[in-house]
């Protein structure tokens, strides 16, 4: 998975087989709906085709990406299920989209019309999901707007340029999910779809859910479920439970070795402006990653508490000091015995009682989405688990 010398002192260990099962568990989740797996941000940072093949084995039957360019990535892979990209600016290479066969969402009339464009100049049908802002306020027409883009739609689908074959929105808090905007925002989706079906679409596919609506609310569920962040295992809603209740285990584990050890005195200045000094003799560890790798700055840590959590051998410590570029450190205490070379493991699966995505996330004031997709690119990918993974789930080897 990555082109990176072996000897590149941190990793991420992706486990496919990992994302295969949960991806599995959300098709137990998810009911009669058909699992939209999306594998946008190169797979949330697992790598975006063999997070794809993953999920595709574990059960989902289409795949959902923001870009065209990765959509393109997987058509060009030898991905053959159904793929949507939703997000792009004018001058996107639509035609070459269309001529693969992706599903482009269409969120306002410019894009109908580059859409309806491209498939022109491309000389087949574009199948098209309109995605409808039912009060995110975000990607997405307007309610008050839809009537119009169904018309012009269903007009270019008369021509034979497009098919209206989905109709899409996003929930604004399906992370709370008593929240009252989620039962109002599914109110106006049931309201696109009812004006849709009156104009004469005829709709595939009707999709509301990400992740946390996918695991808690099966009255969103409609034909398709798009679940991203628990396709890699971490909660939605830590809140209400983390991911072994939902029957998910986290694919990444994020480590690395040493690089050096040594014994300092009392009084020792730790990384930039001395946040955290040594209050007694002591041994300090040097982790050579820092936030150009993805390890947030803000989970650096001061003299009063840990910055973000690690492993290491079997007890739990925490940043001390700034979080620097390219390294961290680490307080082993005065009786360590660690030496260069050893592994720091920053987060896993929790299994091993190694600190989670979501305790970063915690630490750094922020989510569990962040933690993993900002896992740097030139942190070398380890993929294990693979000979789990049935690689002809919706992937024409030929291609491949």
Same mark, same amino acid.
């Given at each position: ?53 993953? !999920? ?24 053959? =299920? ?21 599903? %482009? ?6 894009? %109908? ?35 119009? %883009? ?32 989620? #039962?109002?925002?599914?109110? @106006? ?22 992740? !946390? ?50 014994? @300092? ?44 959590? =690690?492993?290491?051998? #079997? ?16 307080? %082993? ?50 993929? =294990? ?16």
């Amino acid at each position: 998975m990555s082109s990176h010398p072996s000897s590149y002192p941190g990793r991420a260990v992706v486990d496919l087989a990992a994302i295969r099962s949960n991806v599995a568990a959300l098709r137990e989740h998810a009911g009669d709906a058909a699992v939209m797996a999306v594998v946008k941000a190169d797979g949330y940072g697992h790598g975006l085709l063999p997070s794809a093949r993953a !999920a595709l084995a574990g059960g989902a039957t289409w795949l959902g990406v923001a870009q065209v360019d990765e959509a393109l990535a997987l058509r060009e892979s030898g991905v053959t =299920v159904p793929v949507l990209a939703w997000l792009y600016a004018p001058g996107a290479p639509l035609e070459r989209a269309v001529a693969a066969g992706v599903d %482009l969402s269409v969120a306002a009339r410019w894009a %109908l019309d580059d859409v309806v464009a491209a498939a022109r100049s491309a000389g087949v049908t574009a199948r098209v999901h309109v995605k409808v802002d039912t009060g995110l306020g975000r990607n997405g027409v307007g309610p008050d707007e839809l009537a119009d %883009l169904l018309d012009a739609a269903l007009r270019a689908q008369a021509e034979g340029a497009v098919a209206v074959v989905g109709l899409w929105s996003h929930l604004a808090f399906a992370d709370a999910p008593d929240h009252p905007t989620v #039962r109002g925002q599914a109110e @106006v989706f049931a309201g696109a779809i009812a004006l849709a079906e009156r104009a004469g679409a005829r709709l595939e596919v009707r999709h509301l859910a990400n992740s !946390a609506a996918t695991l808690t609310d099966a009255s969103v569920h409609y034909d398709l479920v798009r679940p991203g962040l628990a396709v890699y295992g971490l909660s939605p809603v830590p809140q209400v439970g983390g991911p072994a209740s939902f029957g998910l285990t986290p694919a990444m584990r994020l480590e690395a070795d040493l690089a050096l050890v040594k014994r @300092v005195p009392a009084g020792q200045g730790v990384s930039y402006a001395h946040a955290y000094t040594t209050t007694g003799e002591t041994v300090l560890g040097l982790v050579p990653i820092g936030y150009a790798d993805g390890v947030p700055r803000h989970a650096s840590g001061t003299q009063d508490r840990w910055g973000g959590p =690690v492993q290491v051998g #079997r007890r739990r410590l925490g940043v001390a000091g700034r979080v620097c570029m390219d390294q961290v450190v680490l307080d %082993l205490g005065p009786d360590a015995t660690e030496r260069a070379g050893d592994t720091v493991v920053l987060f896993g699966s929790g299994a091993d009682g190694e600190p989670t995505a979501e305790d970063w996330a915690q630490a750094a004031g922020t989510i569990s989405y962040e933690i993993i997709t900002r896992v740097g690119a030139r942190v070398p990918r380890v993929v =294990v688990g693979d000979a789990a993974v049935d690689a002809e789930a919706g992937v024409d080897e030929d291609l491949a």
